[in-house]
């Protein structure tokens, strides 16, 4: 194993080198800061790193432990004592953070070392990336493609071997998305799984924090470290934790997997669909039984989530305010010119539009028509999936509708943007648990674009999501392909 | 400005306490017109005797224990202040 070869590794064989003392914590911190030396110039999955600190636990970190010296890349919207927590926003992009968020603590307990803070849509509120204030990430496979979004910085590091692993955050899709874009797998715990204490708010009734890795065991040992009640958070939920990894197996005989009949809608691209119908194949090889199900009011999921995400957004940005921390506009004449400037400077177009959005459906005399009335649609998608499950262990749809689109395609008509998630945000509504996983290529302008399978299952229902999924995957070799930047500097 | 919807973006953007451009204002009340007029197909859902939903799984009354914990100083609190003196946030005048 050359110092070249260490950034390709999974994070579970790391793990394995790590313990078995073949390889130092400091050595593939090293050879992962040389991976990204070279490579994140091209593809700008990093916001800031923090190797000092990370090399001072690297020396101190205990292999034997379940993520012992393993380097974990982090969403720069979960807070890292004394890293930068921008959110990708001008408003934040002097904070620092004061403490570590409850992910971040269990990361650490776990012996796993957080080492940088990855892009983003600039508070999560996008599906490309670009919505970042920072910089543009890249999509490995395509560097005038999109990586997906709002991970996207940590789906591009993980895909293009500059990260082992990475924690993201989804509110409709932002880890699931990005990780079928990006050709790696993607996992979305159920509602309240993974405590939210120090992941800053963007809508607090969907918001979920779950992993970004190269195989579907990798997640399942970061969900192993980070899964569990946290009194910090009320909707965490009290229940106990199984051990993810060990639960994984190989055949899905007795497993009944629902085709909803509603997601192979018109503008699913052609290469997308002959993907899932060759992984729903594949799966009924493996012993499956194959149902078709019903999501009436799955087309009213997209409508629902942009009235009920900006409401809560308008309210969780309020705290955005020039005062206390981040950003402040020069000279304010008054208290009034101060938040209006600061606001107005300091947020990006994206969610300056969400948060008026939020205002106006949360407004008297529109309330009852937007956001009541999305209340209601929100229990009829509830109501469909609980009624699924009764009839299936799995829902299996595309991740996206396409494969990653170009950088600039979709930034000046929002509504498109907000259709790529179209898959995604229904498991979000109803509090599911989701993964996406590597289940094919599109061929487009002589580029292999990744194409990303969906699986959904009930709340609480991760064990089997996870060990339904590791069975496709290590079925296919599609988690084995590399992006054409990775190989070239593992050959170089 | 053509409108489609009721939304007044300059006003609501007030409310919201965002300074908006011109330009921006434009910009804004063309695309959310756009959404706006997208949601409108939540008028077709039938939800009459539907209870609404505001979270996917109601969680009620969560307590922990009113115990003293460690956390931030004044001094660290104050550390990311644009403004302060003193131990306090500095903020243009408020009362005459």
């Given at each position: ?35 990204i ?27 034997d ?7 974990v ?57 670009e ?14 493609r ?9 789906a ?28 790696i ?38 969900m ?52 899932i ?64 400037r ?21 407004s ?20 469909d ?43 979000n ?28 299952g ?35 | ?16 306490r ?5 330009a ?15 949601v ?39 550390s ?17």
């Amino acid at each position: 194993m050359t110092e070249q070869d260490l950034p390709a590794l999974t994070l579970a064989d790391l793990q394995a080198f790590l313990r078995r003392r073949e390889v130092s914590p400091r050595e593939v911190l090293e050879a992962l800061r040389a991976r990204i030396e070279v490579v994140d110039r091209e593809i700008g999955a990093y916001l800031s790193l923090d190797m000092d600190a990370a090399a001072k636990e690297a020396d101190k970190a205990n292999v034997d432990l379940p993520l012992g010296g393993v380097p974990v890349a982090i969403k720069d919207i979960i807070n890292v004592m004394g890293q930068p927590c921008t959110c990708a926003s001008k408003i934040l992009q002097a904070y620092r953070a004061g403490y570590d968020a409850t992910v971040i603590r269990k990361l650490r307990a776990a012996g796993a070392i957080p080492f940088g803070k990855t892009n983003l849509d600039e508070f999560a509120m996008g599906s490309s990336t670009e919505n970042s204030s920072m910089k543009l990430t890249r999509n490995p496979w395509d560097l005038s493609r999109v990586p997906g979004g709002s991970s996207g910085g940590s789906a591009a590091a993980v895909a293009a071997d500059e990260a082992f692993g990475a924690l993201g955050s989804d509110t409709g899709g932002s880890i699931r998305q990005p990780a079928a874009l990006s050709g790696i797998v993607g996992f979305k715990p159920t509602y309240g799984r993974v405590s939210r204490f120090g992941l800053v708010a963007f809508a607090s009734s969907l918001d979920q924090i779950g992993p970004l890795t190269k195989t579907v065991r990798d997640s399942a040992l970061i969900m192993n470290a980070i899964t569990g009640h946290d009194p910090q958070d009320t909707t965490a939920l009290n229940e106990p934790v199984p051990d993810y990894a060990a639960g994984l197996g190989n055949d899905l005989r007795g497993v009944r997997l629902g085709l909803p009949k509603e997601y192979m809608i018109e503008g699913i691209d052609a290469q997308v669909k002959a993907a899932i119908d060759a992984a729903v194949k594949q799966m009924s090889s493996l012993g499956a039984e194959i149902v078709e199900v019903s999501l009436p009011a799955t087309e009213y999921a997209i409508a629902v989530y942009y009235i009920l995400a900006t409401a809560e957004a308008s309210a969780n940005l309020a705290r955005f305010d020039g005062v206390r921390y981040g950003y402040r506009a020069e000279n304010p004449r008054d208290m009034l010119d101060l938040y209006g400037r600061t606001r107005g400077e300091g947020f990006g177009a994206e969610v300056k539009r969400r948060i008026i959005l939020g205002t106006y459906v949360l407004s008297s005399g529109y309330y009852d028509a937007y956001y009541l009335r999305a209340q209601k649609v929100r229990e009829l998608i509830r109501q469909d999936f609980a009624r699924a499950f009764e009839k299936i262990d799995a829902l299996i749809s595309p991740a996206s509708p396409v494969p990653a689109f170009k950088l600039g395609e979709r930034v000046a008509d929002p509504l498109q943007m907000y259709l790529a998630d179209i898959f995604t945000i229904a498991a979000n509504l109803a509090g599911i648990c989701g993964i996406s996983v590597p289940c094919g290529f599109a061929e487009v302008d002589g580029h292999r674009l990744p194409i990303g399978l969906q699986l959904l299952g009930k709340a609480l229902d991760e064990a089997r999501i996870l060990r339904i999924a590791h069975a496709y995957e290590q079925s296919t070799d599609w988690h084995k392909a590399r992006p054409p930047i990775a190989a070239a500097v593992s050959k170089a | 400005m053509a409108k489609t919807s009721d939304l007044d973006v300059t006003y609501v953007a007030r409310l919201a306490r965002i300074n908006l451009t011109e330009a921006e204002a434009k910009v804004f009340q063309k695309q959310l017109d756009d959404v706006l007029q997208y949601v409108e197909k939540l008028r077709q859902a039938d939800v009459s005797d539907v209870e609404p939903a505001a979270h996917a799984r109601p969680n009620f009354n969560v307590f922990r224990e009113d115990a003293p914990r460690d956390w931030f100083t004044a001094e660290q609190a104050l550390s990311d202040a644009p403004r302060k003196a003193n131990g306090l946030f500095i903020v243009p005048k408020v009362v005459e």
